[in-house]
């Protein structure tokens, strides 16, 4: 335990260090604090590519639809908040393997600007010094494989895995573990979190003595911010924040308990954005070649061999589909249970959250990495509400305008022999 005077001291570091970024903010170092840079980047997996006429929407780009019983209806809802990208290639890349390596890395080496990160690390390694954890991995049924290739989608470095974590009990141990249940622990937490918070604010008061106008009404914004994180603080450090008990009887790997781990890894990612532990998560439902069977819709036979079912099996891409829109269903809930929690600054937490729903491979009977499904969904850090197809453009673009979307200013990600510079007509203006 620090001394009282390292504790004031560590608090004073701490406010200054925010101080010292909304200083940057000012003079345009930063633009973390814009309205179009998203706060928290949120990465979601389902492997095995798709079946493009039944995953495609219908219409125009800002006046599509979503056809009855297509893979994306059961995202209909928040039509409003999507970015459904067509067209988007894997340049040079094929297969399974190649896909899943390429998909968030693109394909990037030691001396490429992202280092070999994926770009959910990479996003993290700079905005992730000032949470609990700079990211939370949440997988369902990922590692029965083992760690390999197939099985693992976030880097560190190249073939440096951040493996997610099957296990919600697990999770919930290291998100809660050190989190005392009394009263007397909690109430001195909240003291020490609101003290750092009336540090800054006085350091900011000072610092509005010391700008022109403009500035001190950012001033004045950030602090109407801080004070609602403030009050907020109650909330977000109680110990009532629980996971259902039942997450703690789950087997992880048992393939009947596929949607129940799924849902309560989801339930903890999005309490770990709206208790500030971190501002970086991914889900990662099962892995390429996965064969987890969707017992609970009917279906007898495994994921990835449905992936393969020719136009001419009616039943088995009825049955391809079926499992598609049930990953569909996944991602609205998590769309709308972060749509359900205010952000303190404003808004809710989808609101200032990118949420990326990637894969691996385009058609999964082709093994090609073309036209890859992705879908973008939350921050108005992108225009919204659209259907576009980009015609084969790199992925490593994408990735360049993941990464500008949570305020970086990279122009290239991956390998930049394919592609540098971000997607046209993506960042709102």
Known sequence: MPSISRRKWLAGAGASLVAASFLKFLTGESRADS???????????????????????????????????SILEPLAA?????LVCDGIDYKSVDNHEGGMANMLTGGGGVSSSSGGMSVDQFVA????????????????????????????????????????????ASVYKRMFGDLSTDPADVDKLLARKKAVIDLV???IKDLQKRVGKAEKDKLEA?????????????????????APGSVFELDPYNNQNFPAVGKAQMDLLVLALACGMTNVASLQWNHTVGPAVFSWVGVTEGHHSLSHMDDSNV????????????????????????????????????????????KELGDGRLHDCKNVPWVLAGAKCFSMGRYVNFGGEPHQKLLVSICQALGLTNQTFGDASKGQGPLEGLIAS
């Open 125 to 168: 390694s700079k905005l992730g010094q000032s949470t609990k954890f700079s990211s939370l991995e949440f997988g369902v049924q990922t590692s029965a494989w083992g760690g390999n290739v197939q099985t693992r989608m976030s880097y560190l470095a190249p073939g440096v895995y951040a493996p997610p974590d099957d296990s919600p």
């Open 315 to 358: 039943q088995g891409v009825a049955d391809f589909v079926k499992t598609e829109r049930w990953y569909a269903e996944q991602f609205a809930y998590l769309l709308s249970s972060l749509a359900a929690v205010p952000d303190p600054a404003g808004g809710t937490l989808l609101d200032s959250t990118l949420v990326v729903w990637c």
């Open 222 to 242: 950030h602090l109407a911010a801080l004070q609602k994180v403030e009050s907020s603080l109650g909330a977000v450090s109680s110990p009532t924040c629980e």
């Open 78 to 82: 928040h039509k409003s908040k999507l």
């Open 35 to 69: 309205p179009t840079v998203a706060k928290r980047l949120v990465v979601v997996f389902t492997p095995n590519g798709t079946v493009h006429k039944h995953w495609r929407p219908t219409g125009s780009e800002t006046n599509f639809t979503f056809a009855p019983g």
């Open 201 to 203: 604010n006085g350091e």
